[in-house]
């Protein structure tokens, strides 16, 4: 037998429709939907106005304009004013315009409902001023929420004078006002005129929201102000509004970007109940803290939990694979996208959001020595923009790969997409590594005149470190002295790198001492002039330099290794013996030592 299907009345449905959107339940909606149509449903403004919000709610913007074209209906204001918010929602403000500008071509008149969202996808001055004359005509501007629309667009094309007018010509201002004004000026970098507006609503009277709280929240985030960061935290604890989502993801933010790491971890740990975004906070945390094990050790707890990662989720998670050669948990990552379409959203949104998972993905690949994979996800890409190139010119580069790395850029040229910095970065790079002197020299010499790129620090870096490597040591010398960016440490550093490979101790006493005024405190500058000067037998060098670094309290940082195995990434430092097979480990190490030892290899230590 088959199962009998519930059968709703409208109103019902209605209900279930508001449910679906505020929990984004796009499959039980979509069953609604279909047993309205069924029943003959759809005839009622107020089910295309339902339908219309669940879609947009739940990011189906292409199902929500067809819902809105439905033949049997005739747009009102509610069903404009539903479509029009959920592409301004969606962050799809020119098309909420365009919508705005059909509802007046068909002589549907827009109502308080409609401006606030209007107003928000304005994307010029011109188009703001316009609503804002019609909105006067219509006898709206008193509007709180219209009011506050204004206030927040103003002020985000840095249009402050306007807001201001806006703000104190409203008699009646409710914390949404307040609230414009706080926010809008946080948006725009302008912390100080946001806390001033903060002060004279406490001063006021007007008792902070939760989204006050936020908003104050992200400025101290932003600013790294973790004393006045806690303050608010103290204020929301009193007010009660910790336990709200957006609060507590607030606090995680603050308190990673000021970084606390294990405050943010704590306000995670006693949310009851977390979303999408409290998961995606703690994890950015740690990944901008560089902590990226932790960040996949969360990113798999989440999914334990039962929480589907959305995009964000995947941009912050790959680039912690990256950093970490990770590539079973990238490939991994890969295929979960791959299985459950992610960043394959809504048609209007999808070349941009693609894109950006894609580079996300092929700059994993690249980094973890997959040049392969990373080549097929290239290859796959509708959308090449700048960044896919240079990922994929300087993976090439960075594995030695030079043939490729200036096929890739022979063929990017052929695109006719500008090169910048970061692409000839990769091409000198691939030059150096790969000794091809007389190619690095020539683009070098090009750079202004054929691809307009004045060159960088970053490109005389590149070309030094190529001379030195093919022994050309001092026309990499006088290049340092001759270039006309002041050198910096890493550039001396590749010059007394050269010096130890070709034992020219002359140039490394001058790159050294250079070093030693440049960057006092870094141990490795100590510890490559040392090496220079034992190669060469100069232990009476050797002595002076250590003793220099006892001096300056300079000590060597261990060395610090990750590798990947199929339960996880070992992290290990030179020396510790803390891993529980640390035994194991060393007696293989032993064992290949004496490997290489019978084979004539000695080990520079």
């Known amino acids: 037998m088959q199962p009998v299907q519930p059968v709703y009345d409208l109103s019902t449905c209605i209900a279930s429709l508001q449910a679906c959107a505020r929990y984004k339940s796009l499959q039980k909606g979509k069953q609604i939907h279909a047993n309205m149509v069924t029943n003959g449903f759809l005839c009622s403004p107020l089910s295309i106005t339902s339908l219309i919000n669940m879609y947009s709610k739940c990011n189906q913007m292409d199902d929500t304009v067809s819902t809105f074209y439905y033949r049997f209906h005739d747009p009102n204001v509610f069903a404009y004013n539903a479509v029009i918010a959920g592409f301004t929602a969606n962050g799809l403000a ?14 549907v008149m827009p109502d308080k409902f409609t401006f606030p969202c209007v107003i ?19 006898g709206l501007e008193l509007d709180v929420y219209v009011g506050s629309a204004l206030v927040n667009t103003y002020l985000k094309f840095l249009l402050v004078k306007e807001a201001q007018k806006v703000f104190e010509e409203l008699p009646s201002r409710d914390i949404v006002l307040w609230n414009a004004m706080v926010n809008g000026f ?3 970098g302008r912390f100080d005129e946001a806390l001033v507006v903060f002060r ?9 929201s939760r989204f006050t709280v936020t908003g104050v929240l992200s400025i101290f985030a932003m600013m790294g102000d973790f004393d006045h960061g806690r303050a608010i935290h103290a204020i929301a604890l009193k007010m009660g509004y910790d336990s709200h989502f957006e609060v507590a993801n607030a ?3 603050m308190y990673g970007k000021c970084k606390f790491t294990e405050d943010a971890l704590d306000i995670f740990e006693m949310m009851v109940e977390k979303d999408i975004y409290s998961w995606n906070s703690i994890i950015a945390v740690h990944e901008q803290c560089g902590y990226h094990d932790e960040t996949l050790r969360l990113f798999y707890r989440m999914l334990g939990a039962g929480i589907l990662p959305d995009l964000v989720t995947i941009t912050i998670v790959v680039p912690a694979c990256s950093h970490l050669s990770a590539l079973m948990h990238g490939r991994e990552i890969h295929g979960y996208m791959i299985k459950n379409g992610v960043g394959k959203g809504d048609v209007n949104k999808e070349d941009v959001n693609d894109v950006l998972m894609t580079n996300a993905i092929m700059d994993m690949y690249a980094k973890c020595g997959s040049m392969r994979n990373a080549y097929m996800v290239f290859d796959k890409m509708k959308n090449k923009d700048i960044a896919s190139w240079n990922i994929m010119i300087t993976g090439y580069g960075m594995h030695g790969n030079a043939n490729e790395t200036l096929d890739m850029f022979s063929r990017m040229c052929e695109t006719q997409i500008e090169v910048d910095e970061v692409t000839l970065v990769g091409v000198l790079s691939a030059c150096s590594h790969a000794g091809l002197v007389s190619e690095g020299r020539e683009l070098l010499r090009q750079m202004r005149s054929k691809y307009g790129v004045i060159p960088t620090i970053e490109h005389y870096t590149c070309v030094v470190d190529m001379l030195g490597r093919a ?14 960016i002041q050198a910096n440490a890493v550039v001396w550093r590749a010059l007394l790198a050269a010096c130890r490979l070709h034992r020219n101790s002359d140039i490394a006493k001058v790159a050294a001492q250079k070093l030693m005024e440049i960057a006092p405190w870094h141990s490795g500058n100590y510890v490559l002039t040392c090496n220079i000067f034992v190669d060469t037998g100069q232990y009476e060098e050797v002595s ?11 000590q060597k940082a261990p060395g610090c290794s990750w590798t990947e195995l199929k339960d996880g990434v070992h992290a290990f430092i030179n020396g510790d013996r803390s891993h529980p097979k640390a035994n194991f480990i060393y007696a293989q190490l032993d064992s290949l030592t004496a490997q290489l030892h019978e084979h004539g290899y000695v080990l520079q230590l």
């Open 544 to 554: 002076e330099v250590r003793h220099t670094m006892r001096q300056h309290n300079v």
């Open 251 to 253: 606090l995680i933010d």
């Open 94 to 107: 020119r098309n909420a315009f365009e919508f705005y500008n059909r509802m007046r071509l068909t002589c």
């Open 186 to 188: 946080a948006q725009i």
């Open 120 to 138: 928000r996808a304005c994307c010029s001055i011109r188009e703001v001023m316009k609503i804002h004359s019609l909105v006067i005509k219509l």
């Open 471 to 484: 022994g050309h040591v001092v026309e990499a010398f006088e290049l340092v002295q001759n270039m006309p």
């Open 200 to 208: 004279t609503m406490s001063e006021e009277g007007v008792m902070p």
